[in-house]
Structures are given as C-alpha cells and as structure tokens.
C-alpha cells in the first residue's frame, strides 16, 4: 500500500509539473506574439529595431521547438499515467488477495500456534516416557550385545564346521572316485585274464600292491568316517545349544513385554493414586474447615501433621475425650462453648465414667448434658437419647430452685469419696456454673 501511493503521489507530481511547464509555454508564445505585434507596429515608425526583427524571430522559432518537445513530453508523461494507472489498479487486486491470503494465514498461525502449545506438552510427557525407555533400551541393548557376541562365535564354529565339513567331503568323493576306478580296474583284470595269462604273476604282484594301497586307503576312509561322525555330533551339539539361546531370547523377550505392559499399567496406578491422594488431601481439608477440634488433634509441623487423641487441655478417657472448664456460664451457654469446639456436654453412661469425672470435680458442680427442659420428668441427654440410668444425690431430682424458676438441667457436684456414684442434683438452667464437654477421641 505505501508502494502505491508513492507512485500515485508521483505520477501526480509529475503531472503538475507538466501542466504548468505548459502554461509557461503558451504564456511565452503569448507574450512573444505580442512582442512581435508591438515590434511590427514599432518597425513602420522606428526603422532602427529592424535589427531586432531577426532575433526575435530566432527566438519564436527555439520557443516552438521547445514547445513541440514539451507537448511531445506531455504525451509520454499522459501515456505514462495510464500505465500507472493500469499497474496501480492490478496491485490494489493483488493487494486485496494478499490481504485475504494474510488473514488466512493468521488463522492458520493461530491454530497452528495452539496445537504447537499441546505438542509441546505431549513433547515434554513423552520426553520423560522415552528417558524410561531409553534405561530400559539400553539394558536390553547391553544383554543384545552380549547374545550378538554368543551368535558371532557360533557362526564362527560353524563356518569352520562347514569348511572341514566341505574339505571331508571332497576327500570322500575323491576316495569314492578312487575306489570305482579300482573297481572298474579289478573288473576289467578279471575279464581279460585268460587273455593275459603270461602277464598273470606281474599283475598279481600289481594286484597285491594295489590291494595293500586298497587297504590303506580303506583304513584312511574309515577314519575319516569317524572323524566325521564326531564332527556331526559336535554340530548336531552347537545346533541343539544355538536353539537353547534362542528359546531363551525368545523367553526374555516376552518377559520384557510383560515387564513394559506391567510397567504401563503401574504408571496408570501411580496416577490414580496421585489423583486419589490430591482428592483425600482436599476432603481432609474440607474436614479441617468444619471440624476446628480436629485441627486441635492435628496440628500441622512443618512438614506434616502429627494427630493424637485429644486436643491440648481436653483429658482421655477410654475412647472419649472431656474438657473441664475453668470460667462459668449458664447451660445453654456452656453447650454452645462446647459445640464450638466440635463437642457437647457430657453424656455419662457408666459407673466406671462417672468415677473419672469425680475425680477432675472435686472443687465445683459442673454442668452435664442432661435435661427435662422439654417435658418435665422426662429426662434427654443431648444427644436425645432418654435417661437409662442415673446417678441421682438422695432425694434427687426434687424441683427445687432457690431462685424460684424450674430446676430442668443436671449438674455433677463434688463427691464426698472418690468412688461416690451418687453426685447428680437438678439445678436451674440460668445459673453459672463449670461444665465438662465430651467428644470421640481421634485415636482411641
């Protein structure tokens, strides 16, 4: 686009120049047609600008001239803009096809970005997939080392074997050749020897000869034939040997596919335990956040969180944990202390619990998690399970209420001995007092 309207700027400069060089001309015709006009009329009366006459004529001829080469030059230059013209109107085409091919071309960049991102991803999965590999290929590249230099000294036995095999070989047929020779020989003496009677003592001697040669021969052949056989069995050997390895080879090889397989199915299991984990972590959180007398139990050390049964200042007992307070506060308020740390009053259903709690109530009455505030008589724990045995002071619960209001909620006042079962009397709800808060115990 910058190229274009360079040029139009250019074209249209040059035109400018054109129009006003010819206005300067017709102008200087102008003024030269004047001139000689006046010089005409001057002449008739002033003889002396005769003179004068032949120069200005010189003068109007060179200014024709000129004005022929511009006008020739305006011509071009008008030629010129219509080739620019042309050229111009072909680039903005080609402009706007560039244009249409550079938005496809960043829609493409764009996709081509995004899947370069994923690539890299899957680049950096695979990287750490093929380092794995990579140990597991160089192990077996170093057992196929080894098994490639057990089958190079094979091969070697047995090219050996085969070339003493071949050189047997000739030397049997070589033998054999000989001994159909002999044969052939023996049969044609015996024919032709009624015919060479004379010759009968020369050829038995040659007989004989050649029999001891026979012999030798036979001797040779059959050791020869040993060796042979012991050369088999050594072959039949190594081949029986050769086809141990590969069995083996072909056992070690299916061991490592089941190794890859078992591996594979072990990285999916680390995976889903990693999920898993990621998954427990957050419910154990989730947990922390609803529960703060967890928290308590778990307080987090720098790298981990060490639990115990109870939190710090809470007593055990069997698999319960009992907080004794140290401040008052009336029954509703003390078991809305309670259930804020993740508790409630107590609820005493043994002797043997009951003794526990003397023992850490022997100064003050405190508050338990018992009450007829709903029906009179009939006594709830806070859990709403109905009273199934109690631990009533004589004469309890009887009502009584120094400040005139229902004696509806239970308290646990000091025992005369530590084994005193009976400690139980019925108080207003209003009046402050301690209390004792029980919760399950995280480890029991």
């Known amino acids: 686009m910058p190229m274009n309207t360079e040029k139009s700027g250019h074209s249209s400069h040059s035109y400018r120049m054109a129009a006003v060089c010819l206005g300067i001309l017709c102008a200087l015709l102008l003024a030269t047609i004047t001139a000689l006009c006046v010089y005409f009329i001057m002449s008739q009366k002033f003889s002396p600008m005769d003179r004068n006459l032949e120069d200005l004529k010189a003068s109007y001829i060179s200014l024709n001239k000129d004005k022929n080469q511009l006008q020739s030059e305006f011509i071009a230059l008008t030629e010129g803009k219509d080739q620019i013209q042309k050229d111009y109107t072909s680039l903005a085409k080609d402009k706007d096809c560039l244009q249409k091919d550079y938005i496809s071309l960043a829609k493409d960049k764009e996709k081509l970005q995004k899947d370069y991102i994923s690539l890299a991803k899957d680049k950096d999965h695979l990287q750490k997939d093929h380092i794995s590999l990579a140990k597991d290929k160089e192990k077996l590249q170093k057992d196929y080392i080894s098994l490639a230099k057990d089958k190079e000294k094979l091969q070697k036995d047995y090219i050996s074997l085969a070339k003493d095999k071949a050189m047997l070989q000739r030397d049997y047929n070589t033998l054999a050749k000989d001994m159909k020779n002999l044969q052939t020989n023996h049969i044609s003496l015996d024919q032709n020897m009624q015919n060479l009677e004379k010759d009968y003592i020369s050829l038995t001697k040659d007989k004989d000869q050649l029999e001891k040669g026979y012999n030798t021969l036979e001797k040779g052949k059959d050791e020869l034939q040993r060796d042979y056989n012991s050369l088999t069995n050594n072959k039949n050997q190594l081949q029986s040997d050769y086809s141990i390895l590969a069995t083996e080879k072909d056992q070690l090889q299916k061991h490592y596919i089941s190794l890859a397989k078992d591996k594979d199915q072990l990285q999916k299991d680390y995976i889903t335990l990693t999920k898993d984990k990621d998954q427990l972590q957050q419910n154990f959180n989730t947990l922390l956040q609803k529960c703060p007398l967890l928290d308590q139990c778990c307080p987090l050390v720098p790298q981990k969180r060490v639990c115990r049964s109870c939190p710090p200042g809470w007593e055990q007992f ?98 005369h001995s530590p084994f005193e079962q009976c400690v139980w009397e019925d108080k207003s709800c209003s009046l402050t007092m301690r209390w004792v808060c029980e919760t399950e115990a995280l480890l029991s």
């Open 318 to 415: 069997n698999s319960k944990c009992y907080y004794f307070s140290t401040i008052r506060g009336s029954w509703t308020d003390s078991r809305n202390n309670c259930c804020k740390q993740g508790a409630d009053l107590v609820k005493i259903e043994s002797i043997e619990e009951q003794v526990f709690i003397n023992k850490h109530t022997k100064e003050e009455n405190y508050w338990i998690g018992l009450t007829d505030s709903e029906t009179e008589g009939t006594w709830l724990w806070v859990d709403r399970t109905p009273l199934q045995k109690g631990f009533w002071r004589p004469g309890e619960p009887n009502n009584r209420n120094p400040y005139c209001a229902n004696a509806d909620c239970v308290v646990t006042v000091p025992a």
